[in-house]
């Protein structure tokens, strides 16, 4: 009996002390970009955890990837139920976005900032090409029924 119980001790002893040694669950933004273009959904966070016990999971419905200006809020919990917060601030770039090449279909005069929606011909002297494939075909009456009746700016 002394021994089941001097074995006992042993083991919430050790636990105990692993328990101390835990590092405290933390959540940082290691890299916070502002959006490419004004009014865009451009701007990304990555957010690393550390310490805390495994597995540890960021609650968030956003993509990291794609987030508008402005103040986010990220959560961590860790499997014992501790948290940690992180706040970002996504800023807004002045910038306008658009086609700045005077050569494509849809170049933008207005436009600070190349967002890769350039279109270009194959070829100039064939202008059909509306899907720029070398052909003048299905795909090209496709794209332009698809875009027919919408306003441009």
């Given at each position: 009996?002394?021994?089941?119980l001097?074995?006992?001790?042993?083991?919430?002893?050790?636990?105990?002390?692993?328990?101390m040694?835990?590092q405290e669950?933390?959540?940082e933004?290691?890299?916070?970009?502002?959006?490419?273009?004004?009014g865009?959904s451009?701007?990304?966070?990555?957010?690393e955890?550390?310490?805390?016990?495994?597995?540890?999971?960021?609650?968030?419905?956003?993509n990291l990837t794609?987030?508008?200006?402005?103040n986010?809020q990220?959560l961590a919990?860790?499997?014992?139920?501790?948290?940690a917060?992180?706040?970002?601030v996504?800023l807004?770039?002045?910038?306008?976005?658009?086609c700045?090449y005077?050569?494509?279909?849809n170049?933008?005069?207005?436009a600070?900032i190349?967002?890769g929606?350039?279109?270009?011909?194959a070829d100039?002297s064939?202008?059909?090409?509306?899907?720029p494939?070398?052909?003048v075909?299905?795909?090209?009456?496709?794209q332009?029924?698809?875009?027919?009746?919408?306003?441009?700016n």
């Amino acid at each position: 009996m002394v021994r089941q119980l001097s074995a006992l001790l042993f083991f919430f002893a050790t636990l105990s002390i692993g328990m101390m040694q835990a590092q405290e669950l933390t959540l940082e933004a290691t890299a916070v970009f502002s959006t490419r273009c004004a009014g865009s959904s451009t701007g990304m966070v990555v957010l690393e955890t550390s310490g805390g016990t495994a597995p540890v999971v960021i609650s968030t419905n956003l993509n990291l990837t794609t987030l508008q200006a402005g103040n986010y809020q990220f959560l961590a919990t860790d499997s014992l139920g501790a948290t940690a917060t992180v706040d970002v601030v996504i800023l807004d770039h002045p910038g306008i976005c658009g086609c700045v090449y005077p050569g494509a279909f849809n170049y933008t005069t207005e436009a600070e900032i190349d967002n890769g929606s350039c279109v270009f011909a194959a070829d100039p002297s064939c202008l059909g090409d509306i899907v720029p494939d070398g052909v003048v075909g299905t795909n090209d009456l496709l794209q332009l029924l698809s875009e027919f009746g919408q306003f441009c700016n």
